[in-house]
């Protein structure tokens, strides 16, 4: 019998299984990412090595930044994520920059070169970008303060943070 044929097959199911043998791995079906519904919880680790998770700031709204230290676009995003930073403190806008299946030591050097501001958070394995159905970086996810999403794959996000309560 020849196995050959079958070797992707067996490594997808072992890669599947892996990825879902974690902690951080929601029961049941999965979330619905759309506006106005849910943004699902999510706990990962910021550069410091604490714990963040999306339910811990519920009462404030959240923009989450989805991205790669090797993706161009994520580069040239980092000055108007600074600059909705700086002016979303008026409206307590808590700004998480999730930084997807990359090392703590590539990140933090990425964050501390780009001087970024707001809590870097490694997604070390891609299951929090997964959850989020993330197909593409950088992918900006505007969550309100009762933990719905209000904006998925922002095309005019500066105009939805002004509909965001302070």
Not at 102 to 122: D, M, N, Q, S
Request: aromatic share 6%; charged share 25%.
């Amino acid at each position: 019998m020849r196995l050959r044929p079958f070797i992707p097959l067996v490594c997808a199911c072992l890669l599947t299984l892996a990825c879902s043998a974690g902690e951080d791995v929601p029961k049941g079906p999965p979330a619905k990412i759309a506006v106005d519904a849910p943004a699902p919880d999510f706990r990962l680790q910021d550069l410091e090595g604490r714990e963040v998770t999306l339910g811990a700031l519920r009462g404030r709204p959240v923009l989450l930044v989805f991205g790669t230290t090797w993706c161009p676009y994520c580069r040239e995003e980092i000055p108007r994520i600074k600059e909705i930073y700086g002016k979303g403190a008026a409206r307590n806008l808590e700004v998480l920059n999730i930084y997807i299946n990359e090392t703590e030591k590539k990140v933090g050097e990425f964050a501390l070169r780009h001087a970024i501001p707001y809590p870097v958070l490694i997604d070390r394995d891609g299951r929090v970008a997964e959850r989020y159905q993330v197909r593409g970086v950088p992918m900006i996810v505007l969550v309100d303060g009762q933990g719905v999403i209000k904006c998925y794959q922002c095309r005019n996000l500066e105009a939805m943070l002004e509909t965001i309560q302070p």
